[in-house]
């Protein structure tokens, strides 16, 4: 018998207590529940590695793909379908893992998928408006801090990765790098190189070698 409570002691702090989860729906989503990964057929995602999973990231990385139905399994993986239709339904409890950087919240299980659809999407707004090409280090530079690396960069990928830090703005260099800000800074001086165009869309500029393209970060509801 003591054993048994000892074993269910130490999964609480892995799999959350088994009560219900206060923000499984909230006006941005609806949850849809908890189902066998076998029978939820959803696309995997790859987010950026300095940003951990939370519902909100993969919310946005589906939002993103242009895709309603987000799921979260194994406490770190996110995947997207455009149409859900439910089948196979489990109980919460096998929904149980903490989120990698959200322990207030769950994201699937194991073998276990939590399976969500998106209201009022929070979306940043593209195109953005342009502040200008700054320095990329030194004095009189735009100080941001690098969030991700991607080959196939976009304003659209870049905005997206620095609205999950609740950053004002985003920078691109190096035609695949981004970084976000939270604030301006004073004396900054502009750079006439940012010519490099984005690996994921050469209609957009990503900055050069030594600058950054820096852009305001504005939200809007979709």
């Not at 949850?31 to 066998?36: E, K, L, W």
């Not at 991607?150 to 981004?178: P, R, W």
């Amino acid at each position: 018998m003591w054993a048994h409570k000892l074993l269910l002691l130490a999964l609480i702090p892995i799999f959350g207590s088994f009560e219900a989860d206060a923000a499984l729906t909230r006006p941005d989503w609806n949850y849809i529940g908890c189902f066998r990964n076998t029978a939820v057929d959803f696309v995997k995602v790859q987010s950026s590695s300095a940003v951990k999973m939370t519902r909100e990231v993969c919310r946005s990385e589906c939002i993103r793909r242009g895709k309603t139905f987000f799921g979260l399994s194994g406490g770190a993986e996110c995947s997207c379908r455009g149409l859900f239709q439910k089948k196979d339904e489990k109980d919460a409890w096998f929904c149980k893992l903490r989120c990698e950087g959200d322990s207030s919240q769950t994201c699937g299980g194991p073998d276990f998928t939590d399976v969500f659809q998106a209201y009022n999407l929070l979306v940043p707004k593209i195109p953005a408006q342009r502040i200008g090409c700054f320095p990329k280090d030194g004095y009189g530079s735009f100080r941001l801090t690098q969030r991700a690396k991607n080959i196939f960069m976009t304003h659209e990928y870049c905005a997206n990765v620095c609205l999950q830090t609740k950053s004002k703005y985003f920078g691109l260099s190096d035609t695949d790098t981004c970084s976000c800000a939270r604030s301006n800074t004073t004396e900054v001086y502009e750079s006439t190189d940012c010519g490099w165009r984005c690996r994921g869309n050469y209609a957009e500029d990503c900055g050069a070698d030594s600058s950054v393209a820096v852009f305001k970060l504005e939200e809007m509801y979709v």
